[in-house]
């Protein structure tokens, strides 16, 4: 009987997943979102004909991204994972009911690293900066 209880331990605790279930938070573009799974390629839309392109590689968030204005990339940089889940609070209302309540939220939020690069519209290098874990150290 141990036997058995220890494989389907093993089967439902041990082995990862592909899926994320966790919200990360880009605050620099000011979204949440959801990843379907881990390894994933993710467009949001964002405001003024912007749209961010994601190459997820990490449900905490490290990632590779780019941002394009019109079908021309405008922006583009890597983040690293989070360095731990933040919480904060979030007002909510239950479907069928006009009871607001509080509750707390966990999110992910990635910190920019390593080299950035902002393009103008004739896609020429205009400024680089460089990031080590959210900060920027260089411009």
């Known amino acids: 009987m141990k036997f058995i209880s220890t494989i389907i331990f093993l089967i439902f605790y041990c082995i990862p997943t592909n899926l994320c279930s966790q919200v990360i938070h880009l605050k620099e573009y000011k979204i949440y ?16 004909n912007r749209q961010l392109k ?14 394009y204005f019109l079908k021309k ?22 479907l069928g009911s006009k ?8 999110y992910f939020e990635p910190l ?17 900066k460089v990031y080590k874990q959210g900060l ?3 411009d």
């Not at 979102?33 to 003024?48: A, G, M, R, S, V």
């Not at 920019?112 to 680089?128: A, C, H, T």
Request: charged share 35%.
């Open 54 to 67: 994601i190459y997820l590689h990490d449900c905490k968030g490290e990632m590779d991204v780019e941002v």
């Open 112 to 128: 920019r690293n390593g080299q950035w690069i902002l393009y103008d519209s004739k896609r020429k290098k205009v400024i680089k």
């Open 99 to 106: 009871e607001k309540k509080i509750v707390v939220e966990s």
């Open 33 to 48: 979102f959801t990843p379907n799974k881990c390894k994933d390629t993710i467009y949001e839309d964002l405001k003024e």
């Open 73 to 94: 990339i405008i922006e583009k940089g890597s983040y690293i994972n989070s360095l731990d889940t933040l919480k904060s609070y979030a007002t909510t209302k239950m």
């Open 136 to 138: 920027e150290i260089s």
